[in-house]
């Protein structure tokens, strides 16, 4: 199985940061790899798929980055609504597995 | 517009087998794409249970492959999970999803319907 670890496991900033999530595959996964925001009681939302594609709808302050082992999220410039926990996926092969999270507070 | 909406008991008795439907609408089963079972439990992270395709090709997380049986409806455009001698460790919010066959990520997904599981 691939694992996929996610750094910091939280993070404190305020409305206007820049702020950088990490997702790291246990193996070389190409652009294969997710992110997803969730907010309490919701069920996960797709903000990016192949590493960098955002998806439709999603606000262009949010971008991926990287390919192989190493991926990060970035979001550009925080919004009160983007408080909330962010997910990495792999998509490379079965089983899917997950991240840890990276629970996003404001500071 | 694709939905995607869970159902079942929400309290299991332990030992017994944990039973959810996920009805979607908007878009057919039958045209493509794997449909799947997230569970999350309290406070926790995401687990990818499994994921079956229309014509029944199925994939199932090795950790719960014993226990799982995920099948399709085509007639009443729906799919179903199961998951049998359920402990307290299987209490979470259970999610249906989509993914297409190429590319695994979950692009609509349900609501999530929280089972608990009773001793």
């Known amino acids: 199985d691939i694992q996929m670890t996610q750094s910091p496991s939280s993070v404190s900033a305020s409305v206007g940061d820049r702020v950088t999530i990490t997702c790291r595959a246990s193996q070389g996964i190409s652009s294969w790899l997710a992110w997803y925001q969730q907010k309490p009681g919701k069920a996960p939302k797709l903000l990016i798929y192949?590493?960098?594609s955002l998806q439709s709808g999603v606000p262009s302050r949010f971008s991926g980055s990287g390919s192989g082992t190493d991926f990060t999220l970035t979001i550009s410039s925080l919004q009160p609504e983007d408080f909330a926990t962010y997910y990495c996926q792999q998509t490379n092969s079965f089983p899917i597995t997950f991240g840890q999270g990276t629970r996003l507070e404001i500071k | 517009q694709v939905q995607l909406q869970e159902s079942g008991p929400g309290l299991v008795q332990a030992s017994e087998t944990l039973s959810l439907t996920c009805a979607v609408s908007?878009?057919?089963?039958?045209?493509?794409?794997?449909w799947g079972w997230i569970r999350q439990p309290p406070g926790k992270g995401l687990e990818w249970i499994g994921s079956?395709?229309?014509?029944?090709?199925?994939y199932y997380n090795p950790s719960l492959k014993s226990r799982v049986t995920i099948s399709v409806d085509t007639s009443k455009n729906q799919f179903s999970l199961k998951l049998s001698s359920v402990t307290a460790a299987d209490t979470a919010v259970y999610y249906c999803?989509?993914?297409?066959?190429?590319?695994?990520?979950?692009?609509?997904w349900g609501q999530g319907t929280l089972v608990t599981v009773s001793s």
């Open positions: 079956m395709y229309h014509s029944g090709s199925t």
């Open positions: 908007g878009y057919s089963i039958s045209s493509g794409y794997y």
């Open positions: 192949g590493a960098s």
């Open positions: 999803a989509r993914h297409r066959a190429d590319r695994y990520y979950f692009d609509y």
